[in-house]
């Protein structure tokens, strides 16, 4: 099945600095690449995606970049303000026989004021 | 916007008792999904269901089990509860017939509290 691995586990940067998490997978099947943040206690909320045929997607100060080849995506946050500490989450999603999504195992950011 | 509903946000159970919890998805989304959330941990893929019938499977024990109803709700019920079972469980709600379905949107979760 999908292995997803996310890195940095933790990542603290001062306020208007850049964030920057990686992921890998291994299921080439996957065509789906969702990033999700999670607050305290609250549910993952969807804050970017890309699709395998797309190689970057920017959204204001969030943006994501795929590279297929190397089985890669990264999430890279520009200006990061205090309210953008959270728990970040990747995912792929796999096209094949098990249609469902696996996350990375997160990464803590905490944007220092 | 609507969003997804999960009731109840906490429950409280005592070892070896069921428990039902229930997902309602975005209007008009036909998907639904069943994630477990264990403290510190990543959310991991249960069940999903698409147009009332069970899609796929992920690591889901034989004690739980799911359905989606005519109006796109689900339940997951859950038996012989262990201590184990303690986490947060979410569900998630995709639109497959709009072509979409892996874009999956996640409710608030339920708080699940095994003594």
């Known amino acids: 099945g999908e292995n997803v691995e996310q890195h940095p586990s933790t990542l603290s940067v001062q306020e208007g600095d850049s964030a920057v998490i990686k992921c890998t997978y291994s299921?080439?099947?996957?065509?789906?690449f969702p990033w999700y943040k999670q607050e305290l206690g609250k549910g993952p909320q969807l804050i970017i995606d890309i699709r395998s045929n797309v190689g970057e997607k920017k959204d204001q100060r969030i943006a994501v970049t795929l590279n297929k080849t190397a089985k890669h995506f990264s999430l890279h946050i520009t200006e990061t303000q205090p309210e953008d500490s959270a728990v970040y989450f990747c995912a792929a999603f796999s096209s094949g026989s098990a249609r469902q999504l696996t996350f990375g195992s997160g990464t803590q950011l905490t944007v220092l004021p | 916007a609507a969003g997804v509903i999960q009731s109840p946000r906490h429950l409280i159970k005592e070892k070896r008792e069921t428990a039902t919890l229930k997902c309602y998805p975005i209007p008009r989304h036909d998907t639904v999904y069943w994630y477990q959330q264990g403290p510190g941990q990543d959310p991991q893929f249960l069940i999903s269901f698409y147009e009332k019938m069970q899609s796929d499977k992920g690591s889901i024990p034989d004690r739980f089990s799911a359905q989606q109803f005519s109006d796109y709700h689900s339940e997951l019920n859950m038996s012989s509860l262990e201590l184990g079972d303690s986490a947060l469980y979410f569900c998630a709600s995709s639109s497959g017939l709009a072509g979409n379905q892996e874009t999956q949107y996640f409710g608030p979760g339920t708080r699940l509290l095994v003594l």
């Open positions: 299921d080439s099947a996957s065509n789906y």
